[in-house]
């Protein structure tokens, strides 16, 4: 029962005890540990004793000397992340060569190169650095040709970095990619002019392919009608002779000639719709010839 109070309370005084003891020790400066790209800036009496960036854990009097043991009761520890941080400007207002109201949208990262001069060159640096894009955008920017400025987003992304740089490094700042990733109009009133001329054009457009289509249906069917003309004519041109030696040749067989006559007389006669009275072969009386004129007053009628 005793060892398992003794456990007991030396559980209580591990998970209370070890922690206080820690802390007091963070205060005192024994140690200190600097997580991953963070720095640690300790300041004493106004004066910059000491910058670790290395990721770790550091014995402070090892690092400092005596004045760790001070340097969290009367100094300064400052913590700052040195990890790439990004930002993007939406709508920078310049004005192109010919007048017209442009907004770039520029995005550009930075992180902490110079930790003493982030904290005590600049009281904003990140502001400033801000600032100083936005100044630099405009600066380089401005009276650029629309058409290159629509187009070189590159070589106006390399501009502006190589303006805002040098400045951003005395600030502490060091400034990485930079990048224009929008250039539009701002005037509404000239993004409707715009649109109606692209609409405009593509109507245009349209009705030119449309015609264009026409023109070469049209020079088809005309090729297409002459050749048709040109085969008829040659058809007609050939018929009468064909005829002719068809004829001829039939007109060698007296018989074949005969019933071939015969047979277009009779197709003839059918096609033509006319009433017909078919007689007898052989004499006629007289009621033969009575039929045959009722037949014909009908006709008439």
């Known amino acids: 029962m005793a060892t398992i109070i003794a456990a007991l309370i030396t559980f209580v005084a591990l998970l209370v005890g070890m922690p206080a003891v820690l802390m007091l020790a963070r205060l005192f400066g024994l140690y200190a540990i600097v997580e991953e790209r ?89 502001g400033s650095l801000r600032a100083n894009v936005s100044n630099a955008t405009v600066r380089c920017l401005s009276n650029m040709p629309l058409a290159e400025m629509l187009e070189t987003r590159h070589n106006m992304s390399q501009t502006v970095r190589a303006e805002v740089s040098g400045q951003s490094q005395a600030w502490g700042y060091k400034l990485g990619s930079v990048y224009i990733r929008k250039v539009h109009f701002r005037d509404a009133g000239m993004i409707h002019q715009i649109e109606e001329k692209v609409v405009n054009r593509l109507r245009q457009v349209t009705s030119a392919i449309r015609q264009a289509g026409a023109n070469q249906v049209s020079v088809i069917t005309s090729s297409a009608e002459r050749e048709a003309s040109i085969e008829f004519g040659r058809a007609a041109a050939i018929r009468p002779n064909t005829l002719g030696k068809a004829l001829r040749e039939i007109a060698q067989e007296p018989a074949v000639a005969n019933a071939l006559f015969e047979i277009l007389e009779t197709q003839k006669l059918l096609a033509s719709e006319a009433r017909l009275t078919l007689l007898a072969a052989g004499p006629h009386s007289r009621l033969t010839d009575l039929l045959a004129a009722d037949g014909r007053a009908l006709n008439r009628e």
């Open 38 to 126: 963070t720095c640690r800036v300790y300041v004493l009496f106004g004066k910059v004793v000491k910058t670790i960036t290395e990721p770790g854990l550091y014995i402070l009097p090892f690092e400092i000397g005596p004045a760790a043991f001070i340097v969290n009761l009367l100094g300064q520890c400052h913590v700052l992340d040195l990890r790439i941080d990004q930002e993007y400007r939406r709508s920078e207002s310049v004005n192109s060569e010919e007048g017209a109201p442009m907004g770039i949208g520029i995005w550009y990262e930075m992180w902490i190169s110079d930790p003493v001069s982030y904290l005590f060159k600049n009281t904003d640096p990140r």
